[in-house]
Each structure stands twice: as C-alpha cells, then as structure tokens.
C-alpha cells in the first residue's frame, strides 16, 4: 500500500522509501534535495468547531490543492494527520522557498466546495535542503521540522528555512542556519 486512505496522496513508509532512493541519487550527481513539511494551522479547532468528518473533508481537499501545485517530478505524502512533505529533487533552497510560499498562497486562498467555515486553512512550512545528499533523510527532516517549528511561532501561515551546516559531520541542529521569508 502506497497511498493514504483519506486523501490518496502517498503515505508516510512510501515516501521516507523515495527519499532514500532521491538522496542516493542526490548523493551520486551532487545535486540538491530539498524538502518542504507542510503542517495545517489550528486544525483541531475545525475538528472541535464542525466535527471530525468535515476536517476529514478539508484535509482532503487541501491534499488536492496541494497534490494540483506539485510537480510530476516531485514527491507529495500525507505524513502525519495534518502535516504533509514534499520532496524536491535538484532544487535548491531558493527555488524551494518559492514553491513553498506558492504553496502557502494557494491554501489560504482556497475555496472549499461544500463547505462554509468561518475561516480558510492555513498551512505553516519549514523547508531544508541537502547539498549533494551528504545528510541521512532523519536528520533532513528534523532540520525542516525545526524550521516548521519556527513557523509555527513566529505566528503560522508561513514559510521557515533551517539549513543543515556545510560539513557532513551532523553532530548539533543548533549549527544550523536559519532563513525567514517575509511576507
Ligand atoms: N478530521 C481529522 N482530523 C485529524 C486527522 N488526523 C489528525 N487530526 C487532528 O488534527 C489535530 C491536530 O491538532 P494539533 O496537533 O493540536 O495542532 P493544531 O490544532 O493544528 O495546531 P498547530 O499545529 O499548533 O497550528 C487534532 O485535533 C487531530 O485530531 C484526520 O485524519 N482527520
């Protein structure tokens, strides 16, 4: 099984399986991977407001709107409940920040069929990239969560960057850099 129930996007075993086969490669042609964790804002609150079926019907929408922005060439799971990944072969940070605030746009603008609530979604992003593959998809994801982290604190419905040192020697996150995008 590749895909989620819910919303048919890919799961969580799927897509930590391509990352390790796009960081080979990664790794092999010295190209970039970036990586964007998408975490829905305040989402217990659509569940506690309009009950657990109509979060399911946002989530599944969102994942839709999500899965229409993405490129064929990239990778697209549902992770966790209201978190989501995207994987980025050869693209590098700048590029990603740009996809992950496109991606941010199209949520908080979207039009929910069926649905009247009091407020659209809105997503919060962290995005890393891994320069040549030297880094494991675990330490890459928990680089993109602290930047999703941040996102989260500096107000939600926006994009955060935490990018890993440049040495491949990964012993402290607190190394990392980090990038905001101001909107
Ligand atoms: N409807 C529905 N809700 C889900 C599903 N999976 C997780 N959730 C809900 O998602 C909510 C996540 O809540 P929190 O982790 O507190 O996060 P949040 O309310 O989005 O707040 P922030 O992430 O801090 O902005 C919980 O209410 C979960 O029950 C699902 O498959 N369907």
Do not use: A, M, Q, V
């Given at each position: 099984m590749l895909t989620d129930e819910l919303t048919g996007l890919y799961n969580r075993r799927h897509l930590v399986n391509v990352a390790f086969a796009a960081l080979t490669q990664a790794k092999r042609e010295k190209t970039s991977l970036s990586i964007l964790l998408l975490d829905l804002d305040f989402f217990k609150r659509v569940n506690d407001t309009y009950g657990h079926p109509i979060g399911d019907e946002v989530l599944r929408q969102v994942s839709e709107r999500l899965r229409q922005c993405s490129r064929p060439t990239d990778t697209l799971g549902r992770i966790g409940g209201e978190e989501f990944c995207l994987l980025m072969p050869a693209t590098h940070t700048h590029d990603a920040l740009q996809v992950a605030e496109r991606l941010r746009r199209e949520i908080e603008s979207i039009a929910l069929k069926g649905l009247e609530l009091n407020a659209t979604p809105t997503v919060s992003i962290g995005v890393t990239t891994s320069n040549g593959g030297s880094f494991t998809f675990d330490e890459l994801y928990s680089f993109a969560d602290k930047a999703l982290y941040q996102a989260k604190e500096l107000g939600r419905n926006r994009v955060e960057s935490v990018l890993p040192p440049?040495?491949?020697?990964?012993?402290?996150?607190?190394?990392a850099y980090t990038h905001s995008v101001i909107h």
């Open positions: 440049k040495t491949s020697n990964f012993d402290n996150i607190e190394g």
